[in-house]
Nanobody, 117 residues
Framework: QVQLVESGGGLVQPGGSLRLSCVASGSFFSVNGMGWYRQAPGKQRELVASITSGGNTNYADSVSGRFTISRDNTKNTVHLQMNSLKPEDTAVYYC???????????WGQGTQVTVSS
């Protein structure tokens, strides 16, 4: 019912910034929660940030104060502004969208973020 298309990943220097975007499209009544997970090789997948349809946000302790999640409900789009990036932020970042009406989570294909000199 939902397709998620991500963009904005890339290679940045430590201390740099990136802005990830994810657009949800398809046949669905409404999108509830949206957010971002990340996974580095050999590590567990980590919830980075989430945002409800009402705009309530949550962040992992490791990114709090550096990352900002936002969404445009009219466009079913979620963004992740990442500032003061660190090498440990290197991972594949996955966008998700929660459709409570069908009790289903949808995932993007992932976008690589590499923080290195």
């Amino acid at each position: 019912q939902v397709q998620l298309v991500e963009s904005g990943g890339g290679l940045v220097q430590p201390g740099g910034s990136l802005r990830l975007s994810c657009v949800a499209s398809g046949s669905f009544f409404s999108v509830n929660g949206m957010g971002w997970y990340r996974q580095a090789p050999g590590k567990q997948r980590e919830l980075v940030a989430s945002i409800t349809s009402g705009g309530n946000t949550n962040y992992a302790d490791s990114v709090s104060g550096r990352f900002t999640i936002s969404r445009d409900n009219t466009k079913n789009t979620v963004h992740l502004q990442m500032n003061s990036l660190k090498p440990e932020d290197t991972a594949v970042y996955y966008c998700y969208a929660r459709i409570n009406y069908v009790s289903t989570n949808y995932w993007g294909q992932g976008t690589q973020v590499t923080v290195s000199s």
